[in-house]
Every structure is written in C-alpha cells, then in structure tokens.
C-alpha cells in the first residue's frame, strides 16, 4: 500500500500546475480563433478598397462624361449656325458653362487621382487628406451645378422656342441635373468613406 501512494503522488506531481484540459486545448488549438466581434484590419483595409474605388471611378467617369456634354452643347451651336445671339450674351449661361467646365475639370483631378491610388496607393495625396477635400469639394461642386440648373431655367423660358440656342440650353440643363445626382452619389460615397475613418 505504501509503494501504491508513493507511486500516484509522483505521477500526479508533474500536473500540479497545468490542467489536463487547458494542456490538450493547447495541443490541438496552437493559434487562437478570432472573434466575430472583432476589428479585423484584413477586412477593412486594402482589400477592400478596390471596389468601393472602382465604383467611384465609375461614377467620376459619368460626371465627366456628362458635364462635359453639357458643356460641349452650348459651345456648338453658335459655331455651327453663327447666330448673333449665342450664350455668351447670356450671363446665367455663361455661369452655366464656366460651372461645367469646373465640374469637369475637378473630375478629370478625382479620376486621376483615383487611378493613381490604385495603383500606388497614397502616390499624390495621402488618404485622410484625400478623404476630407473630396468630401468637401464634391458638395461645392454639387452646389454650383444646381445653381446653375436653377438659373438657366429663366433664361431658357426667355430664349426663343425651337432654336438651335434653345435645344442646346435644354440639352445642357437636363445634363446639368443629371451631373447634380451623379456627383450627389458620389458626396454619400466620400461621406462613408470620412465617416469610416473617423467613426471606425
């Protein structure tokens, strides 16, 4: 009986500070298992990025596109027809066309900038910065675009009917509205992405 008790305390001894269970978790769990809960850079960061960037490179294309329509559409008729009266003579269309031309030039700024980023991330401007000024510049942009849409719409009702003026300043208005929701699109998008990286 001595020998059997002298035997189980040297066995258990080598156990005295780690228990059977924590030891054989630790055999088969090495890494520990994440939580769900948890922030995961992995998510969140470049992986993600590319399609949140393709998206708005799409829809900096369409304000490209149709701000520089709108544009073009006030431009051609005095050339074509050489009327005396071409938008030059009207001021609220003339905001109208130097408002386009800004519209498409800070586009023509954003998708380089963007094309840019995906390709060497933060190459021209880091991304905090980037981050604020789109914010700030697509609602400044956006506001000048209705303004002008709001103008011009007086003006059109002056000008008149089935003339090449008139079916150029409807096209541009109609284009200028268009650019007004697309870029509005893109201020929600440069919203999130602010308020991503404050909040989260």
Not at 175 to 183: G, K, P
Request: with cysteine.
């Amino acid at each position: 009986m001595k020998e059997d008790s002298d035997v189980l305390a040297i066995a258990c001894r080598p156990m005295a500070n780690v228990s059977p269970v924590t030891a054989s978790s630790l055999a088969h769990q090495p890494f520990p298992t994440p939580s769900p809960f948890s922030f995961s850079v992995a998510s969140t960061g470049w992986s993600s990025r590319p399609s949140i960037h393709y998206t708005n490179l799409g829809l900096r294309f369409s304000v490209l596109l149709f701000s520089f329509v709108s544009a073009i559409s006030l431009a051609i008729p005095s050339k074509k027809k050489n009327q005396p009266s071409s938008f030059t003579a009207y001021p609220e269309l003339m905001y109208c066309f130097t408002v386009h031309i800004l519209a498409f030039l800070y586009t023509s700024f954003q998708l380089f900038k963007g094309i840019c980023d995906i390709a060497h991330r933060g190459f021209l401007i880091s991304d905090m910065i980037s981050d604020y000024m789109s914010f700030i510049l697509d609602q400044l942009v956006g506001y000048l675009l209705i303004s002008a849409s709001s103008v011009a719409i007086p003006v059109i009702l002056q000008i008149e009917k089935a003339t090449p003026l008139w079916t150029a300043a409807i096209i541009s208005n109609t284009m200028s509205f268009v650019t007004f929701l697309v870029i509005g699109i893109c201020t929600l998008l440069s919203g999130y992405k602010l308020c991503k990286r404050i909040i989260w």
